[in-house]
């Protein structure tokens, strides 16, 4: 992964003196609330309904155990004891002292971390595939460019006081595991037809009050050619974007606006002058930053371990959770695994500082010492040896982090919520641990086999409700919580926004509202069909009709 330069950790360290003198004129009353919520916000700082929130940054998802050590004593010490991992791969901190904040910062800094552009209108954390570089689905690995767009990103001068916020997700694998087409702009790396590599660029993606699948705007742009492109992409938006109404002030306004192809026009009027300028990627520095991202020092292994093999026919528990939570890798004799924190005990993304010290143990010994974040709120050990897999399993069951359910209903995206979000319209965690209890048996699971449940607590969509094959939104009536339900939506390559069953429901029928669609798909499928097949094949009515029936 990428380790700072001198240069780097100077920068940070400044920035962190910059907002200690920011947060300490604020507190002697010198800045007004205004001039200091762009501070603030630009250093990742929220107030929240109960309390501050610092969102810190885990750029496309890489950290080591070292940093998640630090996290854990960040949480114990200026926090409750716990962590919430989000959709944009970062980590949240729910209850830190305002004035506290500078102090967490500087912690941060000494292990090449920071909370910077995590908020704010600006461009936010890069994500990326959390199997990046060891999928064996993958073309290219896209770390080394998400790399690249960060250092352009981090500090532009221009790009600060955007009309909104603006999300980049880049993907180099046949499967989008990073929701790429319902971001601002997202990146496909691809060859040419003469076997040039470069992106497909789609832009005017997001979700919240208008939800959009991003339209493809340019075919092909080489890889020396994207950053100029990225920034004829933001000019664009920046100047021609609405900033009088924040509800229709971002990029996917716009490009619906103008319609894909003036929009496309424009950025090539745009990138014409920048092409062939200083903004063109030198291979030097593309090869510079690639070398941070060398493969480990990998054992030459055999493609199947004998010991592993016979774990694996003699213990049922361990055949299943290797089914669901473990995935190929391209290094034979590896696996990559997935921690699910998604037990029924624990609420949606949420890990304790102890639980964190556990798990950066377990990358120490199993991963070497590298951890990823994913989008969907679970961690991944990258780089796990085949024939240790049965003795990680124990460990991980016996700390609750190896519930056999990614990929599958209980494995649910869910926002914090009314419980701490002051911009939420109902709580979303109850209703995620309605749904994880009303479908806790794992033989039921299984059954109904690959499927993606989103929550969020209001449309500003911070769960994907949109993109989930179930989406669960939460809605304000008269004073009252309660939740719109949504099929059909999906973040993969097959991108689509889910469409409304009808009206909303009261906090306490939802899991048997989602209990009612699961039985019409069950009854409908046919051999090998997912959710989304079935429900793309037969249409919403039969499962509104369900649902709405007055004697169900």
Known sequence: MY?????????????????????????????SEDEFLVLRLQNGLYVQRHAPMLRIAIPHGMFTAVQMRKMAELSRTYDKGYAHF????????NWPKLEQVPDILEELASVQMHAIQTSGNCI????????????????VDPRPYCEIIRQWSTFHPEFALLGRKFKIAVSGSKQDRAAVQVHDVGLYLTHNSEGQLGFKVYVGGGLGRTPVVAPLVNEFVAEHDILSYLEAVLRVYNRNGRRDNKYKARIKILVRAMTPEVFAEKVNQEWAELKDGPMKLPQQEIDRVKACFQPPAYEQLDAQDSEFLEKLESDGSFKVWVNQNVADHKVNGYSIVNISLKDTSRAPGDVSAEDMEII???????????????????LVLADVKQNQLYELWQTLKTHQFATPNIGLLTDMICCPGGDFCALANAKSIPIAEQIQRRFDDLDTLHNIGELELNI???MNACGHHHVGNIGVLGVDKKGSEFYQISIGGSSKEDAAIGKILGPSF????????????INVYVEQRTDGERFIDTCRRIGIDPFKERVYAKNN
């Open 506 to 517: 009261d906090e306490d029928d939802v899991a048997d509202v989602v209990e009612k669609i």
């Open 124 to 139: 936010r954390n890069t994500t990326s595939d959390q199997y990046a570089g060891v999928a064996k689905d993958e073309t």
């Open 360 to 378: 950066a143990d377990l990358a120490d010994k199993y991963s070497f010492s590298e951890l990823r974040s994913t989008h969907t709120q679970n």
């Open 86 to 93: 989000t959709t944009r791969q970062n980590l949240q901190l």
């Open 456 to 458: 969020s607590g209001c």
């Open 3 to 31: 380790v700072y330069s001198e240069y780097d950790q100077k920068i940070i360290e400044e920035r962190v003196a910059q907002y200690r003198g920011q947060t300490e004129r604020f507190l002697a009353g010198d800045l």
